[in-house]
């Protein structure tokens, strides 16, 4: 199973790629994670914010292969224990080939996309920057593999 990172936001703090890299070097080759940064839509004067997230969804899409599970992280999404995104990911290894996790950029997911996608999960009922929820995902998936393949880096 191949899995992509689709996050609105390119220039991210050096601790945000340090971090994010640490825990995607920890994966075997066979469960890699791609990160792809999407630019954030001009913030010109008279750019609502239905247009900025209609313009960055565009792009989103491109980064999209047909027949992929589309997981949008989002506030109103699922909250899931470590065991639970441990069930989850067991079935998408079963059930897909590509699963592709959107992190919005400053004005959120257009809810469109949101809608369009096959599961709506949250990292936490706090807010937190952009480049924080690449790291705390990327952490989660790293322990999630952990937890399927018996390796001890979780502890119950």
Same mark, same amino acid.
């Given at each position: 199973?191949?899995?992509?990172?689709?996050?609105?936001?390119?220039?991210?703090?050096?601790?945000?790629?340090?971090?994010?890299?640490?825990?995607?070097?920890?994966?075997?080759?066979?469960?890699?994670?791609?990160?792809?940064?999407?630019?954030?839509?001009?913030?010109?004067?008279?750019?609502?914010?239905?247009?900025?997230?209609?313009?960055?969804?565009?792009?989103?899409?491109?980064?999209?292969?047909?027949?992929?599970?589309?997981?949008?992280?989002?506030?109103?999404?699922?909250?899931?224990?470590?065991?639970?995104?441990?069930?989850?990911?067991? !079935?998408?290894? =079963?059930? %897909?080939?590509?699963?592709?996790? #959107?992190? @919005?950029? +400053?004005?959120?997911?257009?809810?469109?996309?949101?809608?369009?996608?096959?599961?709506?999960?949250?990292?936490?009922?706090?807010?937190?920057?952009?480049?924080?929820?690449?790291?705390? !995902?990327?952490? =989660?998936? %790293?322990?999630?593999?952990?937890? #399927?393949? @018996?390796? +001890?880096?979780?502890?119950?």
């Amino acid at each position: 199973m191949n899995i992509q990172i689709i996050a609105v936001g390119q220039k991210m703090p050096k601790w945000v790629d340090l971090a994010f890299d640490e825990y995607a070097k920890r994966l075997p080759r066979q469960q890699s994670v791609q990160l792809s940064c999407i630019a954030t839509a001009s913030r010109k004067t008279g750019q609502t914010r239905q247009r900025i997230q209609q313009q960055e969804a565009q792009k989103i899409e491109q980064k999209i292969k047909p027949g992929s599970l589309l997981i949008a992280l989002d506030e109103k999404g699922k909250h899931w224990s470590t065991l639970e995104w441990a069930n989850q990911y067991r !079935l998408w290894l =079963q059930q %897909y080939s590509q699963v592709n996790f #959107v992190i @919005g950029g +400053p004005d959120g997911l257009d809810p469109l996309l949101v809608k369009r996608a096959n599961q709506t999960i949250a990292l936490g009922r706090m807010t937190m920057p952009h480049g924080l929820a690449r790291v705390v !995902l990327m952490e =989660q998936l %790293y322990r999630v593999w952990s937890v #399927v393949e @018996g390796h +001890p880096y979780h502890r119950e």
